[in-house]
């Protein structure tokens, strides 16, 4: 309360957080600090000042749901004229929709393990200014969740695959590769997490899922999925901040943070790249107006600003992630090779697939000049060629997986990308297989925890996924054979947008 | 050579748009480049987004943190204040 002789003095800024932030913890009395924060100490990382925290986004509270509530109206007021529109119409073409399907199926179940990852490790750390970061966070990824329901919502009225996303993350096979990457980084100590999480994936890789992607839904008509994307971006910049924040805390706290904190972006950024391999073909392959390719985001968001990232914590002795040169080597190929395994296996995934037509063809060997023509151009017209024949080629066989990013093992080597590389290790008797040099290292630092890793194809093997056939599997899934899957140019999706725009049926 | 590149995007829309024009004109040595629905600006160092410059546009009060109401990105450290909200890297 202010008192009756002077008039409060309005509190500046930064005043005004730490009054919210570090006057709102106070020094335990009844337990030990250990006991009420028992996994702090637990992954060697020391601290030995929490106030030496600082917070470079100082939003309190008040101003908190003044802006979330905001964007909030904002956002529902397109998602409502996009409904009273029918501007599910308006998209470039329907096969944009199944971009769309990927993202609800492997990307917004993350946001909600993020929202209880936010929340438990806003629990875990002692430091006030920590605490109430993770919190905010922990808020803001359980509004993306919701947000990207309700906006997709409205396509789930008109196309195919929408309706048992949630099901399908736990129990399809590609989407285990997401699914276990948080869980990975949720299973680790609460240090770990958020190195995992706001450093290496917020920070360094997520503006290549969200600006290339919603820059790409724009570009393809989707007014809704631009809109819940730059929502839930706006909040991004507060939480690559925190990954920032955090990073730099731990490295000024103590020396002997450094070689853990390197190890764990060694290892995360890896993870991380894995896991933007679905997003490479998605620009590539599945937008049908494209923004930009794969190769030209990875070197602008990676190489460029990631770039100067790393030069920028050089000065604490943290230098670029390990097998950083291997991302850039497979930039020319990434997308191809994913789509290819997609094409491949389109029969088992809950979304279609295709062949690029010409101009797209075209568009793909203006951009990847030194590779397109020479290696992926000649596999897609025999494919063409083989479809029109009445023989669409799906693989009957199951991939190998690789036993840290569960993605099958169909990447090239490093310096020859006509040889798929295949690397291993013994494990108490045990044969473990990787798709590269990253996966294999992170598997041989931490092997007890990788041995267990729920690999679909195992799984399916063992009897674990409602039987041994490609149907039995589909039903397990929850996936309708002959409407969610198989090739675009046989679905009801296109029978129905042939009829809803009026467009004859091509021969 | 070394790579201190810092950058702001913004979305494409009436809220952001003054505040990209205040920072083209407070930062002249950034580059602006306009995609589908978003401006991505870059710069060497340093972006300032100054309250003063961004009122003197809009001809109302604005608080530097409105700028979370239109933000797609950044890169750099983060400075937030009263007056201004700064992105820079000293390498």
Known sequence: MSTPTSAPKKLGLREKYARMTRDLAWEPSYQPKDKIYPQAGLEGIKIEDWDRWEDPFRLTMDAYWKYQAEKERKLYAIIDAFAQNNAQLNVTDARYVNALKLFLTGVTPLEYAAHRGFAMVGRAFPGAGAQVACQMQSIDELRHVQTQIHTISHYNKYFSGFEEWRHMHDRVWYLSVPKSFFDDAMSAGPFEFITAISFSFEYVLTNLLFMPFMSGAAYNGDMATVTFGFSAQSDEARHMTLGLEVIKFMLEQHPDNLPIVQRWIDKWFWRGYRLLTLVAMMMDYMLPKRVMSWQEAWEMYFEQNGGALFADLARYGIRMPRHWEVSVKEKDRLSHEAWATFYNYGHAAAFHTWMPDESEMAWLAEKYPASFDARYRPRYEHWIAEERAGRRFYNPTLPMLCQVCQIPMVFTEPDDPTTTCYRESHYHGEHYHFCSDGCKDIFDAEPEKYVQSWLPVHQIYQGHCGGGSVPEVLRWYRLEAGRDNLDYLSSPDRQNWQRWKGEAAAG | ?91
């Open chain 2, 1 to 91: 050579m070394s790579n201190n590149r810092v950058y702001i995007a913004l979305q494409n829309n009436e809220d952001a748009r003054p505040i990209i024009e205040a920072i083209e004109a407070d930062n002249p040595h950034a580059t602006v480049t306009h995609f589908p629905a978003m401006v991505k600006i870059d710069a060497d160092g340093r972006i300032e987004v100054r309250r003063a410059s961004v009122e003197a546009l809009i001809g109302r009060a604005w608080d530097p943190q409105e700028i979370h109401l239109s933000l797609v990105s950044i890169s750099g450290n983060v400075d937030e204040t009263d007056e201004a909200f700064i992105l820079e890297r000293h390498n």
